[in-house]
């Protein structure tokens, strides 16, 4: 079955770095893309950015661009989303998730398996 497992979460203060993972299994991944997303306490869940497994293609939400990093090892089946620069604004909790579609976008309607979620907090 199709599963998707996130790591690499913590509290980490302004201005300092993380590198999120997300391990995949229980499909064939180059048919697939991989998003990551995240949701702060009463806030609707965010796109961060996404990656096409086959190719790389990669895309991100605005907020973190030029400070987020996604990309891939298919030996490993796993994604990794490196975090630089990280302020109070991107604490919440981050989750990983699969998408069918052949140009992802960064709709978590669009992703049809889910991982359980990291936390990342950033402060003092």
């Known amino acids: 079955q199709v599963q998707l497992m996130e790591s690499g979460g913590g509290l980490v203060q302004p201005g300092g770095s993380l590198t999120l993972s997300c391990v995949h299994s229980?499909?064939?991944?180059?048919?697939?893309?991989i998003g990551w997303f995240r949701q702060a306490p009463g806030k609707e869940r965010e796109g961060v950015s996404c990656i096409r497994l086959k190719d790389s293609y990669t895309d991100y939400g605005d907020s973190v661009k030029g400070r987020f990093t996604i990309s891939r090892d298919n030996a490993k089946r796993t994604v990794y989303l490196t975090m630089m620069n990280l302020t109070p604004e991107d604490t919440g909790v981050y989750y990983c998730?699969?998408?069918?579609?052949?140009?992802?976008?960064?709709?978590?309607?669009?992703?049809?398996?889910w991982g359980q979620g990291t936390q990342v907090t950033v402060g003092s």
């Open positions: 998730a699969r998408s069918p579609l052949s140009v992802p976008i960064l709709h978590p309607n669009t992703y049809n398996y």
């Open positions: 229980g499909f064939t991944f180059a048919d697939y893309s």
